[in-house]
């Protein structure tokens, strides 16, 4: 959708869409680097072309209104800047309603109210980060409406954490930084290598030669709160706790190398927490690998890292399933690929392949026909490159 589109939508659902202004947001798929973000590890993620419109005018009152295309059974959904609170039955406004109240609460003045329409060319529950999406395209269009100045880098880091703080407290999803960052601050044909304990960041040029990354959605949704997420966090915590009950002088799981992690293994006391916290360390150096492959042009290594990834979160993370799973594996059995991993926080969603560019048609229909046959209905691919974080448009 194009600033005519989101522009055409919003006089449809307000009667006029003068003086409104268009914001993007893209999704993102992490290429390496899973559930490392809040074990204070490093994660390699990048922006997608496609992901949430959004198209925002002011109020003279303390109204806002907010309508999703994506969402139309939930009408338009009012709400007070005054009285913001999480509601269930408001459902994906919760996230926009989140960020307003963390601008406000942080001493960034939303003077009024406002009118806001929202369009999503990404399937929701995939995987791809749509709640970071919407948050960022919420957080610029904030920006830009109140003359808040968060256009330059700071500003968008600025919006990142509070991203985070929303999902965590507002949402009640106690994710790290990942998504929002990768969001916030994509860059075009670049992938963003980010240390989530200090927030050092740096780009890694995303050149893969004659392959390119296909998007494989399972089609299964999955709701962050509902799953296991929450669960697999506390279990690292106990990982974690064990480890400097013994004496181990580390701040999270990221600050461990391999070699350091099997030294102190044993002193972790539940063997499921144990798993967790290998993969975590394990990822982490994982990543670390990944971008010395990609910026020497080694892409087989690259995408024998993503089959590793795929495996430890198949069997220690447990974060997989029969659905993702049945992906990879196809993946793995077809002559056009490199590797292939699920992406996200998994339980459903998607994964993604390293796919020879003149092979993504017979790929796809052998990766599809098998999955549909095994898992009784079809999956969605996407073509992927990386594209351009979130603003004005």
Known sequence: MDTRGILTLFEKIYGSSGGAESFFAPGRVNLIGEHTDYNGGHVLPCALTFGTYVAAR???????????????????????????????????????????????????????GFDMIVRGDMPSGAGLSSSASIEMATAVMLSSLFSLGLEDEAGRVRMALLGKEVENRFIGVKSGIMDQFAVALGRAGTALFLDCATLERRYVPLELGKYEIVVMNTNKSRALVESRYNERRSECDRALADLQKSGVTIRSLGDLSVEEFEQAADAIQDPVCRRRARHAVLENARVLTAVAALESGRIAEFGGLLNESHVSLQFDYETTG????????????????????????????????????????????????????????????????????????
């Open 58 to 112: 002011k109020r003279t009152d303390g109204t806002v209104r907010c309508f999703s295309e994506n969402f139309p059974e939930s009408g338009v959904v009012f709400f007070e800047l005054d009285e913001i609170a999480p509601e269930p039955r408001h459902g994906w406004a919760n996230y926009p309603k989140g960020v307003v109240k963390a601008f406000r609460e942080n001493g960034l003045p939303i003077g009024s």
């Open 322 to 393: 029969r659905e993702l799973d049945c992906l990879a594996e196809l993946s793995w059995q077809s002559g056009e690929c490199l590797g292939a991993r699920m992406t996200g926080a998994g339980f459903g969603g998607s994964a993604l392949a390293i796919v020879r560019s003149d092979g993504v048609d017979a790929f796809t229909r052998f990766v599809g026909e098998r999955y549909r046959r095994y898992i009784g209905y079809d999956c969605s691919f996407f073509r992927s490159v990386a594209g351009d974080g979130a603003r004005r448009i």
